[in-house]
């Protein structure tokens, strides 16, 4: 009878048991291992092709100044939480040292003087959107440009003009982190300066200056508890 009774008895919890729901335990929550947000700071350099099309005296004395650039950029980036949509904002600031001349009879009193198209600093305003690989960065970026543009004219009586252009830019890149506060990007970037007059050697000239550039960046993002 004792050992019915245990028999029983241990009949009865397992069938209790196995009437019981299975433990699962809580699927893991992914966490990102790096986050965009935070300011920033960095330098860059790169490769400028402006298109300078200059119009006086019904000539067209247009130029192409090219060279190297150099510069630093200050932003800000936002990565909204478990998403990998990155929003923010960047200023920056750079030095050209492209130029170009040709032979022109448009000056008044200079019939064989020579235009040069100068491009000194250049700089823009641009806001971010980007979508993060985790430590990888596509983005898109776009704002407002301006140039320093200086036009000269050659000669005995030769004369020069400049002026602050201002206009639009867009352009995109692809950024990584090497580490949690290290990051490296190449980008493309389009700008048009819009339409400026000047006045040299008593001729009025228009220009209109875009410009097609290629930056390679290095920056540090600040750590912060965001």
Known sequence: MGLLSVAALMSAGAAQAADMPAYEPAAPVAVPSFSWTGPYVGV?????????????AGRS??????????????????????????????????????????TTSAFTGLPNARIKDDIGWTGAVRGRIGYAFDRFLVYGAGGVAFADH??????????????????????????????????????????????????????????????????????YKFSTGW
């Open 150 to 219: 200086d036009i000269k004219a050659s000669g005995a009586a030769g004369g020069s003009d400049d002026t602050v252009a201002v206009g639009w830019t867009i352009g995109g890149g692809v950024e990584a982190a090497l580490t949690d506060n290290v990051t490296a990007r190449v980008e493309y970037r389009y700008s048009d300066f819009g339409t400026d007059k000047f006045s040299v050697s008593n001729t009025r000239v228009k220009s209109d200056v875009t410009d097609n550039r290629v930056l390679l960046g290095l920056g």
């Open 44 to 56: 860059q350099a790169g490769y400028d092709w402006f298109d300078a099309d200059n119009r006086a």
């Open 61 to 102: 004395p247009q130029t192409k100044p090219d060279g190297f650039t150099v510069g630093g950029f200050a932003g800000f980036n936002y990565q909204f939480d478990n998403s990998p949509l990155v929003i923010g904002a960047e200023a920056d600031i750079n030095y050209s040292d492209a130029s170009a001349r040709r």
